[in-house]
């Protein structure tokens, strides 16, 4: 980019000097520009963790949850006001662990939300524990004879419940992580974007050079909408591991019943508070 990026801001992330996390907020500002949005049009909502920390480091209006609880916030800050563009950034462990239910309701919804999610395959904000991807055997504080249980598929998960966009990424492949994030915005409905990000500091098994070797892109040969086909790639885990989109599908969004596009957003329209007193009142 040769203009100045609307969405840069002038804080200085508090991460370690070589975490994948700078890539990912670098290619998300891009796709942001690119997007055509505007700073204010813009929310990022977070969980808890180093990847969580992002909303702090952008300039868009930003919302930091509880641990695990950043997709209902988003979700609730979408219904209040559907012009928004709402993206959730956070981590592996937030998403996926302590938000794993959350994660499997929006896509069932299949609410408009980009979810970007920094896959370092640890706790890096609490210095080295096992997380939902970490791989089986990894030895950690609380893991001292290695990871026993399977790792957590978010993609194949993903898939099985029919999300609009499966993409995975590496952070370290810029341009094409910004591509992927921009495609995710632009589609209608709940967009996953898992994102291989080395934690230089705790993760010393999946690092740059381990990624580096093992993923490729995914070809033309690969086809989105063939549901087995994107099943086959989001289990191709290990020698070589595949980046891009996996999978495409097309269906309502939740929200979609509820709102036209030109309607007022609820936080706009006046609160009906008679009706809302007699409601309470009939429940009570
Ligand atoms: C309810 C609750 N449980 C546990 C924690 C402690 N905690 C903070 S961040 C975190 C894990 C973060 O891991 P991940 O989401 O993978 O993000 P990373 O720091 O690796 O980017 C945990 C367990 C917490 N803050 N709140
Ligand atoms: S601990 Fe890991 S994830 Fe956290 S900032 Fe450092 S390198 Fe990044």
């Not at 040769?2 to 290619?27: V, Y």
């Not at 813009?42 to 997709?71: C, D, E, M, W």
């Not at 998403?95 to 980009?114: K, L, P, V």
């Not at 979810?115 to 030895?139: C, E, F, W």
Request: glycine share 8%; proline share 5%.
């Amino acid at each position: 980019m040769t203009q100045e990026n609307l969405f840069h801001s002038s804080g200085k992330p508090a991460w370690c000097p070589g975490c994948g996390d700078f890539g990912i907020l670098s290619s998300i500002e891009d796709a942001l520009v690119n997007s055509g949005k505007k700073p204010h049009e813009v929310l990022i909502v977070s969980g808890i963790g180093q990847a969580a920390k992002l909303p702090h480091y952008i300039n868009t209006n930003g919302f930091a949850g509880l641990h695990g609880r950043a997709l209902p916030a988003a979700f609730g800050a979408k219904a209040a006001n559907h012009h928004l563009q709402v993206l959730v950034t956070s981590g592996d462990g937030d998403i996926y662990g302590e938000g794993g239910n959350h994660f499997i309701h929006a896509i069932r919804r299949n609410i408009d939300i980009t979810l970007i999610v920094h896959n370092n395959q640890i706790y890096g904000l609490t210095k080295r524990q096992a997380s939902p991807t970490s791989d089986l055997g990894m030895v950690t504080k609380t893991q001292p004879n290695g990871v026993s249980t399977i790792p957590f598929n978010p993609l194949a998960i993903a898939i099985t419940l029919d999300a609009v966009f499966v993409a995975r990424s590496f952070s370290q492949e810029k341009a094409f992580t910004t591509q992927l994030i921009e495609e995710g915005i632009r589609t209608p409905g709940f967009s996953l974007i898992d994102i291989l990000q080395p934690c230089v500091s705790f993760n010393t098994i999946n690092t740059y050079k381990w990624y580096s070797e093992r993923v490729y892109k995914l070809d033309s040969s690969h086809d989105p909408a063939d549901k087995l086909q994107a099943y086959e790639k989001s289990s191709e885990w290990g020698d070589k591991i595949p980046i891009g989109i996996l999978y495409k599908s097309a269906r309502k969004t939740f929200l979609d019943d509820q709102f036209k596009p030109k309607d007022l957003p609820l936080f706009k329209r006046k609160t009906r508070m008679k009706e809302i007193i007699s409601l309470i009142n009939e429940l009570y």
